[in-house]
């Protein structure tokens, strides 16, 4: 899955002007930067309600190429340029954390939805 994928996934919105379609190999969902920090594996997208500059700051140290902002926040300025400098994609969607886990698990493949 590349960046570009992301944003036809129902209800993400972009949030920063395009950046460079990077590959997207896994996602990690969470709101505790330095957990995110620790733990999330790069080359992925990550899924928080944490909307600011500091969020851009700990996904660029952890090779995190995209971020998905949920529960209808607001991206301010300062974070949407950091971003455009650490060519790290916003998106934005309505959807809890959980939802936009599940749409980007399935687009990932991670997803068996025989399973009961």
């Known amino acids: 899955m590349t960046i570009s994928d992301l944003a036809t996934l129902e209800g993400f919105k972009w949030a920063t002007e395009k950046t460079q379609d990077w590959e997207i190999q896994d996602a990690y969902?969470?709101?505790?930067?330095?957990?995110?920090m620790g733990n999330a594996p790069s080359d992925s997208v990550l899924v928080t309600i944490q909307a600011h500059k500091n969020t851009i700051a700990v996904a660029s140290l952890a090779g995190i190429h995209a971020l998905v902002i949920c529960n209808n926040r607001s991206v301010p300025d300062d974070m949407k340029e950091a971003a455009q400098e650490e060519e790290i994609a916003i998106f934005t969607t309505k959807d809890t954390?959980?939802?936009a886990s599940c749409k980007i698990a399935k687009a990932l493949g991670r997803l068996d939805e025989n399973r009961n």
Not at 29 to 36: C, Q
């Open 97 to 99: 954390q959980f939802q």
């Open 29 to 36: 969902t969470g709101d505790l930067l330095s957990d995110v």
